[in-house]
């Protein structure tokens, strides 16, 4: 089991920037494959960057691409997604995964997921 607990959501002005932390605990060794998603009201669960750190390979969605980058502290089994240049459509709730599979990398199938930390980005 792998727990993920993620931090540093909050309230921001467009244009401005935050930084989410997800902290994995457990067995770690089963989070070789990170990913951040995010769920707005009233949508589905999207994909936002992804990571599969055994061969260093890295993925964006396309709305986000060129503004948040996605990044780990493997010390602290931490992984961070570094959003600049926020948009009032980025507001949602943010969630980490875990996985040691690398096909799911962009998907939502994910073993093990966080609960989530809430984005609100002002205009």
């Known amino acids: 089991q792998v727990q993920l607990v993620e931090s540093g959501g909050g309230l921001v002005q467009a244009g401005g920037s935050l930084r989410l932390s997800c902290a994995a605990s457990?067995?770690?060794?089963?989070?070789?494959?990170m990913g951040w998603f995010r769920q707005a009201p009233g949508k589905g669960r999207e994909f936002v960057a992804g990571?599969?750190?055994?061969?260093?390979?890295?993925y964006y969605a396309d709305s986000v691409k060129g503004r948040f980058t996605i990044s780990r502290d493997n010390a602290e089994n931490t992984v961070y997604l570094q959003m600049n240049s926020l948009k009032p459509e980025d507001t949602a709730i943010y969630y980490c995964?875990?996985?040691?599979?690398?096909?799911?990398?962009?998907?939502?199938?994910?073993?093990?997921w966080g609960q989530g930390t809430q984005v609100t980005v002002s205009s």
């Open positions: 995964a875990a996985d040691e599979r690398p096909w799911v990398v962009a998907s939502l199938t994910y073993a093990y």
């Open positions: 457990g067995r770690t060794s089963s989070s070789s494959v």
């Open positions: 990571a599969t750190w055994n061969d260093g390979h890295i």
